[in-house]
């Protein structure tokens, strides 16, 4: 996100009307209407129309490709990394780039994102590095010391937890007079857990400037959508707390930028809370402790590869004379380049020392006496384990 | 100096760590325009206006949720939980994140947040509205637990629980809250976190009690001095985490018999961690088994049975003279 | 519920479009469309459209005016045992006697009714005695020994968990193949809960035969329907879950029975759940611990007086020449004579000893060792502290 | 019988228990079509259908609320809660109703519901997915705890749990799940819930654990024999809620010390409450203060540091040693 934009052309406005809502006073009678699947770039890489373009320059959309070529070769490499034993349990992104990148590149430099766990790529383009991400995948505590100046709130595990987080944040800047935005990333799975619903109600009855992200990417682990809820559309949702929602092709970055962009305008102008439904598909296991085959079959992951959000934005590109088959090997080569790199300092910090304080440490401000006397009596231990062992082995 | 009964400690509490700091922002169910169900609140919203004292929709876990994330921004949080019987519902925000973002982030984010609510029976409520759940948060890493017997200390415990960097569940033992009043002092000090206080001073026997046991705890020691001659020290925790082991310890050593008495039930309760840190640190002190006196493991009796269920100064003096005669 | 009615005139339509929702495919345009305020009897006893007139018999309406007279005089009754002390805390219902008659009233013989805490003239209604009632809320819990064939379920304190078991107890009968419904009562506030979305998600994705009856009598305690959700009705909230709502006039029998009516019926026959939105009000406060004039203004509970169910359908019955004034006054007085022969009930059972074995009893199917290890403690005690009082009267 | 492995006597648990008996039925997250995420629920949707073993969106209070409801109409519903970590969102379902409902009712309605979840680290897993919480449980008064150590125990006391007429919190150690395999006798057996098992004989010293620790225990006893010629009776609680009383007081008034090791947090954990027991029951017969082995009051931590964090046989001898020479 260091790269400049011009702001003014990056002002979206959603031309289409994606939710509107009316009353008849009369017969009593309230609408709601939703506007299914909002797309601008289609899968062949032409424009559904061309007025619906979002104002982003030439350059910013190379830079978005950018991100999202990193973002999948990170994700495979992470994925070598953990057949290989090298980090931990992995929650791949692949096919949900557009989503990601789309949505985190709408938001102003003061907003903070809140992140569930497969947010690599929103993370990253918000500043955390792939070092700090390969740490906390790898079982290092540091990889969630988030350093001061990126604002990107630590990975929450328990699903829709973080909704709250998101809404209490942009509640707190609201009521300061800060102008900061919070977006909050979540699953399909998600929206069924009782914190999704406390939190778009008190996003709506508090008005705070939140953008609730769901990548619907179909599945919960091995729960199809259409098992989650009965309810047709994810974003249909919205009208249960009077708020504003919408669904738009989630593999669709101009779509997606567009959408978010115009929640976040709409949240800094006092416009309150959006819900968002990204339409999109992982393609890899849920994480790598998973089995994909075991509830979707090849040919639906197959076809859902036909509509990948970066085969779409390079066709537009090539379309436009902006990209070419140089390019575009370049860039996969300085991304692997800059993933190994990444790996590489991962591995050095990982081979480091740790101290077992490391586990104590931050409980509280200050440690208390209780667990001093734990953190001792567990140095003590491994200080009585050496001796015995360096006796073991002066004996052998 | 006012005098001044528990709730009007804790009203007074807020007031004050609100005048002296514009983060501390309290929300919760019908605190504002009604002024708290127990009218702990009564009054803030008139004085800090809306934004700051906030009712909220019906939803513990939206409370504590929310307030994590604006004690993560750097606000000053204070959330009431109407009843001890609903924190359940907040139980994940509490456990999975307030207890742990500092953790979590290596220190980058922390939750400056205090969750306060009344406990315990002794008001012949409904079911739910009578609970002492603090072992489970004591047994939560990453918490602090405190929870005060008298309108003194529960001002000042309240402003340093505000002040304190990390979360702390505040329970305030509503059978107290208008039981009697006390001196307390205008405008701001603070009683630390982590300090026990000696109640009462005593050689035979050390008598530890929280909350709303505390004046049990004081009348048994009373009669056991009266009846029995007996001199019984009574320590009042203030804090059950962190735990003020010292004070603990050196009215043992001189001591060498003990009673706990808590509220909730028996098995798994905070006594069991005293009897267990006792036996971890001065068994040899022990003249007689450490007596607990406790709730039976069983739900609060509604209104009508709920004398036979609370430790009472009886039940405590029968334990005393266990202790003293072993 | 012991008297009989006409299935077949039961059989409630409503001829009016309560919800509507409709998918435009080529446009890609959802509209959910909701019927505000359904309303049959108006305040001054007319209705509002004859055709609209729920299948009930001339008995019948006066059945349930009659049971909405023992409610009224039961609630105030109740209110002065607690002013006097004999019984604790009360939830009052006055106000939301049609609302709960005459959902109640729609059920079938084997449905289950899960209440929350202010649904005593629904339980009655199912059968369980105003003499359990007190004994209830009197602390005594044998109240809530509900009588085998009385299909009510425990009184649930904390707010909204009981859509959650109302859902599970639907499901398993629709499992077994049993013929059985469930209502389940909450308020305004309890929409707010997690538990809400949770259950009415379940109850949507299995299609569990359940209604989700909500009293919205404007408040939780102090707070506001308005400052509760952003939501303009709370039916329309059944939209984010696929199910169907509708907003009812709660204080007009016809229309609360008609639309339950329709809803169970439709649970019946497989159509699954439905959320119903009842406008009412309390006229008292929350509970005899609260005090109404901090949050409501006199005015606004006299306006919500003119809207009172009961005077709606005695000006109906009396306009019909199917009731007069000394029908009127024996009815009141038949329903003090019953709610005193109650409360002279209640007090007998009060005044019985009770063995402290009651606190342990019920705790599992067989008191394991540690309780009766805490019983025989207590007995001893107990025993110990009465050998001391006799022996210091004895002394003195 | 079959050789299997824990997480198989689960599966091979389910399938008996539903073959005998239609009213069983399972609900969670990813148990149907995808077999459970440990796979503990593999085969049953082939076998028993989608109304049996039912794939539930994704909120945890809703499955226990649900399965709440379903056990009150007559059926025996399994639910399975997919890690130690999300119980919480459900504890509100769990404490308030489930362990209540045969309280409030006097009987009248019940909840044989069994709530099974993998406990415990161990596998270097994320947040969250780690946790020993069962002393939350263990202090809510009409639930039933239960954790076995082995596949033999695993299938009977699944089994036992199904068919007892009260809640039961099923923890499963999930580092034991696949660790080894022992022979499981195929069809229908119960291992009785309240019964502990000696896992070893001795004279010298008990030795309690439960779940996850009973290896590590058994581990420590061997090495207390051969290093020191120590005589470890090693106890496997199995239930934690209703203990089995008497077979601790047998084995601690023949050996005179005790050795308790616990996989949870110290503050608060069961191994206080044994210690409690002790000192109220069994103090004279103490030789040495009860030492307790346990986890630092902290989070778990990631994979990385686990190892520093959980007890270890070490850790345990060291106990042993310590209360032997005290
Ligand atoms: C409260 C909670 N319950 C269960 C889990 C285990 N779990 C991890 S991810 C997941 C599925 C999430 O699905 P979704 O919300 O659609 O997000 P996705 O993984 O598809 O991005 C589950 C059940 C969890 N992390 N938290
Ligand atoms: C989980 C929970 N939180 C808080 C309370 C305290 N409380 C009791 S009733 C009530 C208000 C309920 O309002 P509503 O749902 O509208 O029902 P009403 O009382 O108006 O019928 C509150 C906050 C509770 N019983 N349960
Ligand atoms: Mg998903
Ligand atoms: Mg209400």
Chains 1, 3 share one sequence.
């Not at chain 2, 009054?43 to 809306?50: K, R, T, V």
């Amino acid at each position: 996100m260091a790269k400049a934009r011009s702001k003014a052309k990056a002002k979206a406005e959603v031309e289409v009307e994606l939710f509107r809502k009316h009353k008849d006073e009369k017969k009593g009678l309230w609408t709601w209407q939703l506007k299914e699947f909002f797309q601008i770039l289609r899968e062949d890489g032409t424009l559904v129309d061309e007025r619906l373009k979002p104002p982003l320059r030439d350059e910013e959309l190379i830079e978005l490709y950018r991100w999202m070529i990193r973002a999948r070769t990170y994700d495979e490499r992470a994925l070598a990394l953990q057949r290989q034993g090298r980090i931990g349990t992995y929650a791949p992104l692949s096919g949900q780039e557009a989503a990601q990148a789309g949505s985190a590149y709408a938001l102003e430099p003061q907003d903070w994102l809140f992140p569930s766990y497969r947010e690599h790529l929103a993370m990253a383009m918000r500043g955390l590095s792939w070092v700090q991400l390969l740490m906390y995948w790898g079982g290092l505590e540091d990889g969630m010391r988030i350093p001061e100046g990126v604002n990107v709130f630590t990975v929450s595990i328990p699903i829709a937890t973080q909704l709250l987080h998101a809404v209490g944040y942009a509640w707190a800047a609201k009521m300061r007079g800060d102008d900061v935005a919070t977006i909050v990333y979540f699953g399909d799975g998600g929206t069924s857990e009782g914190d999704f619903h406390e939190a778009l109600n008190f996003a709506g009855v508090f008005q705070t400037p939140t953008i609730f992200f769901c990548q619907n990417n179909q599945y919960a682990i091995s729960v199809p959508r259409t098992r989650q809820t009965r309810a047709e559309t994810l974003a249909q949702k919205a009208i249960a707390y009077g708020l504003e929602g919408v669904q738009v092709d989630g593999n669709d970055i101009m779509a997606v930028y567009k959408v978010t962009r115009w929640a976040v305008e709409k949240a800094h102008a006092g416009g309150g809370p959006t819900l968002i439904e990204a339409i999109t598909y992982r393609y890899g296991h849920h994480t790598t402790a998973d089995d994909w085959t075991r509830y979707r079959s090849k040919e639906e992951v197959e076809e859902w590869k036909q509509r990948d959000p970066l085969k779409r934005l390079r066709l537009y590109l090539e379309g436009q004379g902006l990209w070419d088959e140089a390019q575009e090997q370049r860039a996969w080569e300085e991304a692997k380049a800059e993933v190994a790199e990444a790996v590489q300092e991962y591995e050095r910090i990982r081979a480091q020392e740790r101290d077992v304080e490391e586990i104590f440490k931050y409980m509280y401000a200050e440690m208390p006496w209780h667990l001093r006397e734990e953190l001792e009596d567990l140095r003590q231990y491994l200080r009585e384990r050496a001796r015995e062992r360096e006796l073991e082995e002066g004996e052998a | 100096m006012a005098q001044l009964t528990l709730v009007q400690a804790v009203n007074d509490g807020l007031r004050t760590a609100m005048r002296a700091d514009d983060r501390v922002v309290l929300l919760g169910e019908d605190i504002g325009v009604d002024g708290g169900v127990f009218r702990a609140t009564e009054g803030l919203l008139q004085e800090f206006g809306p934004d700051r004292v906030i009712d909220t929709p019906l939803a513990e876990s939206g409370i504590v949720g929310t307030a994590i994330g604006m004690a993560v921004y750097g606000l000053r949080p204070v959330a009431e939980i109407q009843f001890d019987g609903f924190l359940p519902p907040a139980f994940d925000q509490i456990v999975s994140h307030a207890a742990r973002i500092r953790w979590r982030s290596r220190g980058r984010f922390h939750v400056p947040l205090v969750i306060r609510a009344p406990y315990g029976g002794g008001i012949r409520a409904l079911e739910h509205h009578s609970e002492s759940p603090e072992a489970y948060y004591a047994h939560t890493p990453g918490l602090k637990v405190v929870i005060p017997s008298n309108p003194y200390d529960t001002k000042g415990l309240l402003i340093a629980s505000i002040r304190d960097p990390d979360p702390v569940i505040f329970f305030e033992p509503k059978r107290l809250y208008r039981a009697f009043r006390e001196e307390v002092p205008e405008g701001d000090y603070e009683v630390p976190l982590g300090k026990a206080r000696v109640a009462r001073d005593g050689s035979d026997l050390t008598l530890i009690a929280w909350g709303s046991m505390v004046p049990v705890a004081l009348q048994a020691a009373e009669e056991a001095e009266e009846r029995d001659g007996v001199s019984v020290e009574v320590i009042d925790l203030r804090t059950l985490v962190p735990l003020d082991w010292g004070t603990i310890a050196q009215s043992v050593e001189k001591t060498g018999r003990v009673v706990v008495v808590q509220e909730a039930p028996r098995t798994g309760g905070f006594a069991s961690e005293l009897i267990a840190l006792i036996n971890d640190k001065l068994l040899l002190y022990l003249e007689a088994p450490v007596q607990r006196v406790t709730a039976p493991d069983t739900v609060i009796p509604l209104g009508r049975m709920e004398d036979y269920y609370l430790p009472d100064a009886g039940r405590v003096l029968r334990a005393i003279r266990k202790a003293v005669t072993f």
